[in-house]
């Protein structure tokens, strides 16, 4: 009830002038001098995320669509006090990995030839991570964990041609005979250390 004397003239200016649009403008012309427009002025200021578009001469860019991956939040075991059981921060990121048409097939049948004792009966591949007590870290940490699972699956062995498999097989050769030598004079050196026997009188 004290601040009804000062309410009332604001009121009726309010009601004189009839709308509150010179109010609003004089309150929103303030501008901080740390806002976006002062530090980057010639900046579009559009705060969006760019659409990705994959190249398609590459295997794997490194881009994986979140939208096609199950991602589910659980407590994490472990050190961390209350904590772990206030915070939901393991992370499970599973997908079928025979139906992920945004991995390439030959990296897909490849992966599927690898990694086959590590899928469930249903053909989910599960990747979990819990070494953090952040669930954005533990997320980071799963996707590069399948970034790395990817991309080694996207390496070509090399075949040597047959001039180094030749190559390669005589220095296994060699090293063998090398090998056997050594120990005939190590058995030879042992022997001669013995002392005489009766047959040898």
């Known amino acids: 009830m004290a601040f009804m004397p000062l309410r009332l003239p604001l009121l009726r200016m309010i009601a004189q002038r009839g709308s509150y649009s010179t109010l609003l403008q004089r309150s929103m012309a303030?501008?901080?001098a740390i806002s976006l427009e002062t530090l980057y002025p010639n900046s579009s200021l559009k705060l969006?995320?760019?659409?990705?578009?994959?190249?398609?001469?590459?295997?794997?860019?490194?881009?994986i669509p979140m939208e096609k991956l199950d991602i589910t939040y659980s407590a994490s075991s472990g050190p961390g006090g209350q904590n772990v059981n206030k915070v939901h921060t393991k992370v499970d990121l599973r997908f079928k990995l025979s139906e992920a048409e945004w991995i390439p097939t030959e990296?897909?049948?490849?992966?599927?030839?690898?990694?086959?004792n590590k899928l469930t009966k249903?053909?989910?591949m599960i990747i979990r991570s819990d070494t953090t007590r952040s669930q954005q870290l533990n997320l980071a940490d799963c996707l590069q964990k399948l970034r790395t699972l990817i991309r080694n699956a996207a390496v070509t062995e090399k075949k040597a041609s047959p001039e180094t498999e030749e190559r390669i097989r005589q220095r296994h050769l060699k090293a063998s005979r090398l090998r056997v030598a050594l120990k005939r004079?190590?058995?030879?050196?042992r022997a001669q250390k013995r002392p005489p026997t009766v047959v040898d009188l």
């Open 122 to 124: 249903e053909g989910y």
């Open 107 to 116: 990296i897909r049948e490849k992966m599927l030839k690898q990694h086959s």
């Open 30 to 32: 303030y501008k901080s």
């Open 48 to 63: 969006t995320t760019p659409s990705f578009t994959p190249n398609e001469n590459e295997k794997f860019s490194g881009y």
């Open 185 to 189: 004079e190590e058995a030879y050196k």
